[in-house]
Nanobody, 124 residues
Framework: QVQLVESGGGLVQAGDSLRLSCTAS????????MGWFRQVPGKEREFVAV????????YYSDSVKGRFTVSRDTRKNTAYLQMNSLKPEDTAVYYC?????????????????WGQGTQVTVSP
């Protein structure tokens, strides 16, 4: 079991940047695949980005490619999501998820551990 805590959300204008962080408990952070997902009221949780335990392999949804960057710092037990050129449609609650393994996954159901979420609101 691992506990995840997200932070960094807020209210910004379209075109601005924001960086989210996800800090994990314990000393096994380097063995987890870390994924970022987002959800709006009335819709299912959707995939945003994922990073492998090594930090070398990353994947992004088509809607955020070229704008978002996922990274991780093993020494700080933290994963990051750098969001640039934000759009109003990026508005959502953002969640980080973790799963033990080496294969990146893009389906929410594949992640057994989740943070509490952080609100990101982008004004037009």
């Amino acid at each position: 079991q691992v506990q995840l805590v997200e932070s960094g959300g807020g209210l910004v204008q379209a075109g601005d940047s924001l960086r989210l962080s996800c800090t994990a408990s314990g000393r096994t952070f380097g063995t987890y695949v870390m994924g970022w997902f987002r959800q709006v009221p009335g819709k299912e949780r959707e995939f945003v980005a994922v990073i492998s335990p090594t930090g070398i392999t990353t994947y992004y949804s088509d809607s955020v490619k070229g704008r978002f960057t996922v990274s991780r710092d093993t020494r700080k037990n933290t994963a990051y999501l750098q969001m640039n050129s934000l759009k109003p449609e990026d508005t959502a609650v953002y969640y980080c998820g973790a799963r033990l393994g080496t294969v990146p996954r893009t389906v929410p159901g594949d992640y057994p551990y989740w943070g509490q979420g952080t609100q990101v609101t982008v004004s037009p």
